[in-house]
């Protein structure tokens, strides 16, 4: 079992460019947690999912930022015409069922806006 | 509100030497709380939770209501332990973590 798989690991883009940030969770795992790392701050939630449904997104910024976790596939964290604050770790965990917080994490895609 | 906060961003001790990284919540409810480590290019990886009651890698963490603390004690540090650690925080019913900022352990040798 390979874990949480996030990919790519480092992304760099340009002001104004989309991001798209994937995570594929630990097999057996139906539940995905996303996560916002900023410079110099602890990991700030953004967005819970289960399959085909969004069941959280109170940490989720209104406008731009958009998150999936389709019946196949891997969940997609999407960021449209992104800003150089956006520059942050983002970090995707699973979970089997509810877990209340004793997820399995990714590794992190590390996001640099330009 | 729920909130964590881990006063110290950085901590240096001996090996050896007791370490106890501190903790405190703001939660009106019941919470759970965690500590989560991640180790220099490691992921972040669940230490303890306060649940389990257990001792992990020699480290223990006791949930005090009063004081609305849950700091994480080892009474001797070794080099291994050199890591960032994060309190975390899950209010009743959800799912969602609220982290601290963290603290880098340092153990010198």
């Known amino acids: 079992n390979a874990g949480v798989m996030q990919n790519p690991r480092h992304l760099v883009r340009r002001r104004g460019q989309e991001a798209r940030l994937r995570c594929s969770p630990m097999?057996?795992?139906?539940?995905v947690y996303w996560y916002r790392q900023l410079p110099e701050e602890g990991l700030k939630f953004m967005v819970y999912?289960?399959?085909?449904?969004?069941?959280?997104e109170s940490g989720m910024p209104k406008e731009r930022f958009s998150a999936e976790f389709p019946k196949e596939g891997p969940s997609i964290l999407r960021i449209q015409q992104v800003v150089r604050g956006d520059s942050a770790a983002y970090f995707c965990?699973?979970?089997?069922?509810?877990?209340?917080?004793?997820?399995?994490f990714g590794s992190g895609t590390r996001l640099t806006v330009v | 509100a729920q909130r964590v906060t881990q006063p110290e961003k950085l901590l240096s001790v001996f090996k050896g030497a007791p370490v106890e990284l501190k903790c405190n919540y703001s939660?009106?409810?019941?919470?759970?709380l965690f500590w989560y480590v991640q180790y220099s290019r490691q992921r972040l990886q669940l230490l303890l939770r306060?649940?389990s009651r257990e001792s992990i890698k020699g480290f223990t963490a006791d949930l005090n209501k009063g004081e609305t603390s849950f700091h994480l004690k080892k009474p001797f540090a070794q080099e291994e332990d050199s890591a960032m650690y994060y309190c975390?925080?899950?209010?009743?019913?959800?799912?969602?973590?609220?982290f601290g900022q963290g603290t880098r352990l340092t153990i010198n040798p």
């Open positions: 939660y009106s409810g019941s919470p759970e």
């Open positions: 965990a699973s979970s089997p069922g509810q877990a209340r917080g004793g997820y399995t």
């Open positions: 097999k057996g795992h139906s539940h």
């Open positions: 306060h649940i």
């Open positions: 999912l289960q399959k085909e449904n969004i069941i959280d």
């Open positions: 975390a925080l899950s209010g009743q019913g959800a799912q969602k973590l609220v």
